[in-house]
């Protein structure tokens, strides 16, 4: 596997990109876990938390390769047990909402939050307010994609924010 980039869908319908490509790969889904986390090295993560659906994959690799606890991050009505929600508009104009389970962040704990893809941030700060919200302090975001907007543009000046691209632009 030379460039893992390489085996991402810029084609897909809907205006994203497809990145599963890359998971069916073992050498490049390493390359793209290794990419996500080098802006987080030395950052004393002791938590990822991965948003449902496809920051699960993302933030599951990311915490095993860090040695730490992954917390998934669940779409609204999924969660049996008690948990905080948080509803946000997403990049389509619905309602939506996001649950943590209670007591799923340590207090205290340092946090990197995952996804595949940021249209807007309403999501990802639907997700960093339940992880702070639990006591969680959020030392980074991270995705595969992140559009660089006007409505983004917040998020990524009050956190830490890599991704491996920008308005899913090919390298």
């Known amino acids: ?6 085996l991402v869908n810029f084609a897909a319908p809907g205006g994203r990109c497809d990145i599963t490509p890359v998971f069916a790969s073992a050498l490049g889904f ?8 080098a ?3 030395g950052a004393s993560i002791q ?5 449902d659906a496809l920051g699960f994959i993302l933030g599951t690799a990311a915490a095993l390769k860090l040695g730490v606890g992954f917390v998934p991050v669940r779409k609204a009505g ?6 905080d929600s948080r509803r946000f508009v997403d990049y389509t104009g619905q309602d939506k909402g996001l649950e943590l389970g209670l007591g799923a962040v340590a207090p205290g704990s340092r946090v990197l939050v995952v996804d595949d893809w940021i249209e807007t941030g309403a999501q990802m700060r639907a997700a960093i307010a339940l992880v702070e919200g639990q006591g969680g302090v959020v030392v980074g975001v ?4 992140i559009d660089d907007s006007d409505r983004t543009h917040g998020l990524m000046e009050s956190y830490a924010c890599h991704s491996i691209l920008r308005n899913c632009a090919a390298p």
């Open 1 to 6: 596997m030379k460039n893992y980039v390489e």
């Open 30 to 37: 390493q390359r793209l876990i290794d990419d996500l986390l």
């Open 39 to 41: 802006p987080f090295e």
């Open 47 to 51: 938590t990822v938390a991965g948003i």
């Open 78 to 83: 999924k969660l049996p047990d008690r948990c």
């Open 142 to 145: 991270c995705a595969f994609n």
